[in-house]
């Protein structure tokens, strides 16, 4: 039988979040995460889905390289190593792909140096990817390794969605164009609300919101990406968890000049203290409702804010799309926060769009329905997973039949 297994590495700053998955019924097999890297106090917490058991290490774990050896160890103690002859690839989240990866792909020296060449518009995230990938091509040299971009869903905008108003010659020299990001989420999301209301992604217009720490819209036309509300960085959009989303760009100017901020403040400001944690201390949805509810009015005001702007882009990519099929909510606060989903569709019953208390209010794994059953446009809660898109992805790429 040929290897079906896939290990998907999800490599951060100072952390790394796995996944081992059988393709062959789409079951976890294990699952964990590394963090604080670099740190005295990293941790590793290692699941074996095939026994339940769970094992924690806590100590130093020096780099990457240490983290991965790490994890080999786990698995190798559950009899999931990986040298494991069951193992058909692994496949790596990259964030930036930039306008040339528009699919996934077998990772070779030539991947690397593109998505090297791709640092200077994700600073912070694509030295991360191309560490761990580099380190688990030297842990498994001989196994096909694939890069799955969370821009390559969004490459097929049309460059009026794509493109600034700005300066074509500057943009294209700084490559300063709207990118998008979370497009696995998306790319997952859009195919299986259309599964979920029994219909293929061709034959549907869907609006995906992925609202977790991170948020981000996209208006999906027949299964492609035709607007998303990530830019150059992912702080483009919405109001998310500490970024600030949409601002003029003129309030950058009035921070350094009035507000004698250096740039790299002013980074921080509107990348890590900036949307509801900015605006009202807490970031945490599961916090800001239970403030909500004992009637203070910081956190009631950062609340109308974040739906304001959810409710614009409802609209705007109502209007992009022409006719929409579906709303999808996903990720952790558009899977668990009914109140925020009410609130988004509220007072849009002129499009087609409503919630039923009674289903926005029942809670699940599974994708579901919460609007009426008269209503013209499907509103759907729709959980994303984007180990398995990625597994899914990369398997397409290597996997043979057997
Ligand atoms: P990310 O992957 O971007 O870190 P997630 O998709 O896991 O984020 O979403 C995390 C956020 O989901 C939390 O910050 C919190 O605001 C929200 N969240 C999680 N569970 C709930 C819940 N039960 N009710 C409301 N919000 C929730």
Not at 118 to 147: K, S, W
Request: hydrophobic share 40%; with cysteine; charged share 25%.
């Amino acid at each position: 039988m040929s290897p079906s297994r896939v290990l998907v590495l999800n490599s951060g700053s100072s952390s790394v979040k796995y996944q081992l998955l059988d393709m062959r019924d789409h079951s976890r097999l294990a699952t964990g995460l590394v963090e604080r890297i670099g740190e005295q106090t990293s941790r590793l917490k290692h699941t074996a889905l095939t026994t339940g058991d769970t094992r924690e290490y806590n100590g130093p774990i020096a780099d990457h390289q240490a983290a991965l050896k790490a994890v080999a160890e786990e698995l190798a103690r559950d009899g999931l190593g990986l040298e494991s002859t069951e193992l058909a690839a692994i496949g790596h989240r990259v964030v930036h792909g930039g306008m040339f990866f528009t699919e996934p792909t077998v990772i070779d020296d030539a991947v690397l140096t593109e998505i090297e060449r791709l640092i200077p518009v994700a600073p912070l995230h694509n030295p991360a990817n191309l560490t761990g990938i580099r380190t688990a091509m030297a842990l498994r040299p001989d196994l096909p390794q694939v890069a799955v971009f969370d821009t390559a869903f969004h490459t097929t905008m049309p460059e009026s969605a794509a493109r600034y108003a700005i300066d074509p010659k500057i943009a294209d020299r700084l490559r300063i164009r709207r990118y998008g990001f979370h497009g696995t989420s998306h790319a997952y999301v859009s195919r299986a609300t259309a599964g979920l209301l029994g219909k293929a992604p061709q034959e549907l217009n869907v609006i995906v919101l992925h609202l977790g720490n991170g948020a981000s819209a996209s208006a999906v036309r027949g299964g492609r990406c035709v607007d998303t509300s990530m830019g150059l960085t992912p702080l483009e959009g919405l109001v998310m968890g500490t970024r600030s989303g949409d601002l003029d760009p003129a309030v950058i100017f009035h921070l350094e000049r009035v507000g004698g901020m250096s740039m790299d403040e002013i980074d921080t400001l509107l990348n890590k203290r900036s949307g509801l944690f900015g605006l009202c201390g807490d970031n945490d949805m599961r916090e800001i409702q239970r403030r909500i509810d004992e009637g203070d009015r910081e956190a009631r005001l950062a609340f109308d804010i974040y739906i304001h702007r959810l409710k614009k882009y409802i609209g705007a990519y109502y209007a992009v799309l022409g006719r929409v099929d579906a709303v999808a909510f996903t990720a952790g606060v558009g899977e668990n926060a009914a109140a925020v989903r009410a609130a988004a569709v509220a007072g849009l019953e002129e499009l087609g769009l409503a919630v039923d208390d009674g289903l926005n209010a029942v809670r699940g794994d599974a994708p579901r329905l919460i609007s009426p059953a008269s209503a013209r446009v499907a509103v759907a809660v729709v959980p994303t997973d984007e180990e398995l898109e990625i597994a899914t992805q990369t398997y397409a790429l290597v996997g043979k039949d057997d």
